[in-house]
Nanobody, 119 residues
């Protein structure tokens, strides 16, 4: 079992920044992948970014590339999402997710944290 707890959401103005954190506990592995997803009202959940515990190049959705940065602190079992140049269309509930490897589906999810960007 893996437990994920997100924090750091809130309200920002357009052009501003927020940093989300996701603390993982339980059975994590060096091959594990942590991802961030988001879901806006009336829309499907979409991929934002992902990073593996072992390193390697992170992946990003085109809509957030060059504005968002995903990073990890293995000692703290925590993944971060630094969000810069926020836009109103970034308003969503953000979820972190865990999968055992890049070949398995995301099967653990956090409770979500609201990010609201005002224009």
């Amino acid at each position: 079992q893996v437990q994920l707890v997100e924090s750091g959401g809130g309200l920002a103005q357009a052009g501003g920044s927020l940093r989300l954190s996701c603390a993982a506990s339980g059975r994590t592995f060096i091959s594990s992948v942590m991802g961030w997803f988001r879901q806006a009202p009336g829309k499907e959940r979409e991929f934002v970014a992902a990073i593996s515990w072992s390193g390697g190049r992170p992946t990003y959705a085109d809509s957030v590339k060059d504005r968002f940065t995903i990073s990890r602190d293995n000692a703290k079992n925590t993944v971060y999402l630094q969000m810069n140049s926020l836009q109103p269309e970034d308003t969503s509930v953000y979820y972190c997710a865990f999968r055992t490897s890049s070949n398995t589906p995301y099967n653990y999810w956090g409770q979500g944290t609201q990010v609201t960007v005002s224009s």
